[in-house]
């Protein structure tokens, strides 16, 4: 098991940035896969996007590709969301998640944050 808590979230104008981070703790951070995924009221949880246990590979949903960077710093047992060029449907409650692989698939991770809010302004 791991303890997942996001940090980063808030209230931002459309156009701007945010960098949320998820800080791990419990079974050795390195051995798991990472994900980040996004809930807005009424709607499906998300994938947003993964990272391999190295850094090596990642995956991103299509519509934040080119404005969202996943990276994680294992040393520090973290892994950061990057969010640039926000819009306003970018707004949701993000959530980071541990499994063994990377997928889009909410149920194939084992632990997750309580949650972060993400509030684009237009």
């Known amino acids: 098991q791991v303890q997942l808590v996001e940090a980063g979230g808030g209230l931002v104008q459309a156009g701007g940035s945010l960098r949320l981070s998820c800080a791990a703790s419990?079974?050795?951070?390195?051995?798991?896969?990472m994900g980040w995924f996004r809930q807005a009221p009424g709607k499906e949880r998300e994938f947003v996007a993964g990272i391999s246990r190295t850094g090596s590979s990642t995956d991103y949903l299509d519509s934040v590709k080119g404005r969202f960077t996943i990276s994680r710093d294992n040393a520090k047992n973290t892994v950061y969301l990057q969010m640039n060029s926000l819009k306003p449907e970018d707004t949701a409650v993000y959530y980071c998640?541990?499994?063994?692989?990377?997928?889009?698939?909410?149920?194939?991770?084992?632990?997750w944050g309580q949650g972060t809010q993400v509030t684009v302004s237009s």
């Open positions: 419990g079974r050795t951070f390195s051995n798991y896969a």
């Open positions: 998640a541990a499994g063994r692989f990377i997928t889009t698939i909410q149920r194939t991770y084992n632990d």
